[in-house]
């Protein structure tokens, strides 16, 4: 089975400084994504970025990066230069590629508080 | 840009009443799914779908039904609305490649529902 940890309820940071938001994994998939998601108060989930299991390099997507450590099993997301618009729920997801385990499995998320 | 829309985005309805939540999607994608989502906590998967005359149910047992008679349209249907059922449900699409692990979940704008 899958599962995705996220200990960090709540962060807050100061705008324009970085954030480091915390997910942990547990799989048997050797083959495995695992994505990150923002969700503002209006409710949408949008997509933030993707990091593949055999990827050689760290994903980055403008302010967002992925400090992927294989190893550790840990998924943690990096915001650069914070803006206020970056307050919101932000949950980490995985999916894996064995026969029923397609769907992604989400963590509990952690709500980011930036402020002026 | 995802083009995925729900409807509606909010609804108020009585205990008793049959409701059905609409979400459409014209990016083409054969899977789609609908996830149950309370105020601050992670996303719950109650259906998916791989295709037309597919469905699923998810992780999370649910008392609604879905049917995908055509691509693009994934309704969810509550036969008899409950307090309980008082959540905010997501649907989201995604292209179906296999075991690809690499494809990312379209969300629509979600559905926020109270049942009184």
């Known amino acids: 089975a899958q599962k995705i940890t996220q200990t960090q309820p709540g962060m807050f940071v100061q705008e324009k400084e970085a954030v480091t938001l915390d997910c942990t994994y547990d799989?048997?998939?050797?083959?495995?994504?695992l994505f990150w998601y923002k969700q503002p108060s209006s409710g949408e989930m949008i997509f933030l970025i993707y990091?593949?299991?055999?990827?050689?390099q760290n994903a980055t997507e403008g302010r967002y990066s992925l400090n992927f450590q294989k190893a550790r099993k840990s998924a943690n997301l990096v915001i650069s230069a914070s803006q206020l618009g970056d307050s919101a729920m932000y949950f980490c997801a995985m999916r894996g590629a064995q026969g029923g385990s397609e769907k992604l499995v989400f963590g509990k998320g952690t709500k980011l508080t930036v402020n002026p | 840009e995802a083009d995925i829309y729900q409807t509606p985005r909010y609804l108020v309805i009585g205990t008793g009443k049959k409701i059905t939540l609409e979400c459409s999607q014209t990016m083409g994608h054969d899977k789609m799914y609908w996830y149950q989502q309370d105020p601050g906590m992670e996303l719950h998967l109650i259906h998916y779908?791989?295709?037309?005359?597919?469905?699923e149910k998810g992780d999370l047992s649910s008392e609604s039904t879905v049917s995908r008679i055509r691509t693009e349209h994934f309704p969810l249907t509550l036969e008899s609305a409950r307090p309980s059922h008082t959540s905010q449900y997501l649907c989201?699409?995604?292209?179906?490649?296999?075991?690809?692990?690499?494809?990312?979940?379209?969300f629509g704008p979600g559905t926020r529902l109270t049942v009184l």
């Open positions: 989201a699409s995604s292209e179906w490649e296999g075991r690809a692990t690499y494809n990312e979940q379209f």
């Open positions: 779908s791989y295709g037309v005359n597919s469905t």
């Open positions: 799989t048997s998939d050797p083959s495995y994504g």
């Open positions: 990091q593949g299991s055999y990827d050689q």
